[in-house]
């Protein structure tokens, strides 16, 4: 197996290229990179739930920083930064069970020794008294229960006794890591299978003889949108064309090879249609925490149509594009620039963009921004692989999906 510097190396420089394309893959394969580097992690006895989520940590500071627009490698890296946190208080929650059933054992069988009686009812004295009483903070990090320094009688087998707490430490110790790497594994499945997810609610949402719009190309809105027309529903997509890549050009033959009735429109032409409309179903590059949506850029002027003409503005992502971020907080890199070259061809405008004048600055100046933001008011429904949500709903799932600890990703200082 390589090692795991060698694959962070590797993924760290297709990030900084953009040789990944899609919020889908690159989910994806950030969640199997930290999949491995918790599976390569060694751990201690003590403390196991620290080390994996500072390695975690260490990784996910540097995917972030190779490709901050891509929000979607920072929404796995604290997903599993949360995963590792819940299975540890699972973990701890259990053995402070086990120990509880453990002294009750120990008090019945006090019952049957009459010669040590006095010494074990306060040894089940003690351990019940550490067993009632909250855990520590201490006790949670480390993953030992309190109740495990509870004192003991001494006796001759205590050499087999301590062999047999190393033991369950070991155990307990590899229980965490592979009930992470478990939960790792659900999550990749849920990635790979979101689009299944949504389309499944297609028929819930899409009627017979609607028209709907949509901007751009976006594989969840085309999945959806074929999941409607397998289920012999009859509707109209009108594609807004999504200048100046085009590529509502290709989604529109795409769904024409699926049967579908398809218009495709200029982006300019939307005000013009969308009273003909029913519905507008987009995609989302991000929805952020206060349930706004980064989105392919022009969405937003859909959206001001769609609230115009009270036309529903209906969001369809999967739930790996929950980003637990706000729209101003410095992490966030709200947009990306294109090559000018999607707009202009440099042989036809080579003469205004002569550096020898202006003091050495071109007349003309070309910004090809990637992204919209749409504001959580204009957004009328949210369709995720957990199902469908109001903005106002999605402090909840992510309250659900991550930990305020790990909103920022930064390795902790070694510095006291």
Known sequence: MPDVQTLVNDFVLKLKRRK??????????????????????????????TVLLDAVRAVGEQ????????LAVGNIVRRILHIIREEDLTSTASAMEGLSLSANSDDDDNYEREDH??????????????????????TLLEGIPESASAPHPSSSGGD???????????SR???LKHDVIEAINELIQDIETCHEQISEQAVGLIHQNEVILTLGRSRTVKEFLCAANEKKRSFRVFIAEGAPRYLGHVLAKELVAK????????????????SRVNMVIV??????????????????????????????FVVVAGSHKLCPLYPHNPEVLLNDFKSPSDLLDFGEFSDCMDFSTSGGSPRLHVVNPAFDFIPSKLVSLFITDTG??????IYRLIADYYSADDFVVRRRSTTS
């Not at 049967?259 to 969308?274: C, E, K, N």
């Not at 469908?388 to 709903?393: A, I, K, T, V």
């Open 20 to 49: 990944i394309e899609g919020s889908q893959a690159s989910a994806k394969q950030t969640a199997e990179l930290l999949r491995s580097v918790v599976s390569q992690q060694r751990l201690p006895y003590i403390n196991q739930a």
């Open 63 to 70: 995917l972030i920083a190779a490709n901050p627009v891509e």
């Open 117 to 138: 009686q006095a010494l074990s009812a306060a040894a089940v004295a003690a351990a019940a008294r550490s067993t009632l009483r909250a855990p520590s903070l201490q």
């Open 160 to 170: 087999s006794e301590g062999k047999s707490k190393s033991a369950e430490r070991s």
């Open 173 to 175: 110790s590899k229980k």
């Open 259 to 274: 049967g579908l009735q398809t218009t495709v429109i200029t982006d300019s032409a939307v005000f013009a249609m969308i």
């Open 283 to 312: 995609g989302a590059h991000a929805i952020m925490a206060n349930g706004g949506v980064i989105a392919p850029v022009g969405i937003n002027m859909v959206a001001l149509a769609a609230q115009r003409h009270a036309v529903p």
């Open 388 to 393: 469908g949500h109001s903005p106002s709903y």
